[in-house]
């Protein structure tokens, strides 16, 4: 059994960065065999992509909202991933998620078999 506890969150005014972690555990569970993702979901809306990185890191994907301001990054050691946000606008407010998936690190949900609670990320104006 996987398991995936983010962490990090705040209410943070527009501008302001916040990092994100998202640590994970399990009996079978190896971080370096995971690809990584973080989505999140606003009020009212449906959840989205928002940053996945290859299984060691090498190659992150970034949706459009968030590129130039996210970074995706992993420490497999000790089985831990972030997500560093710079420059939050009042459009991030949502909460997140951390995903893992052991076959593709895309933007579809459905690709991850493995999810975490999420934590609140809210931005003022």
């Known amino acids: 059994q996987v398991q995936l506890v983010e962490s990090g969150g705040g209410l943070v005014q527009a501008g302001a960065s916040l990092r994100l972690s998202c640590t994970s555990s399990g009996r079978t569970f190896s971080s370096s065999s995971m690809a990584m993702g973080w989505f999140r979901q606003a009020p009212g809306k449906e959840r989205e992509f928002v940053a996945s990185?290859?299984?060691?890191?090498?190659?992150?994907y970034y949706a459009d909202s968030v590129k130039g301001r996210f970074t995706i990054s992993r420490d497999n050691a000790g089985n831990t991933v972030y997500l560093q946000m710079n420059g939050l606008k009042p459009e991030d407010t949502a909460v997140y998620y951390c995903?893992?998936?052991?076959?593709?690190?895309?933007?579809?949900?459905?690709?991850?078999?493995?999810w975490g609670q999420g934590t609140q990320v809210t931005v003022s104006s």
């Open positions: 990185s290859s299984r060691n890191g090498g190659v992150t």
């Open positions: 995903a893992a998936s052991r076959t593709s690190m895309g933007a579809r949900e459905t690709e991850y078999g493995h």
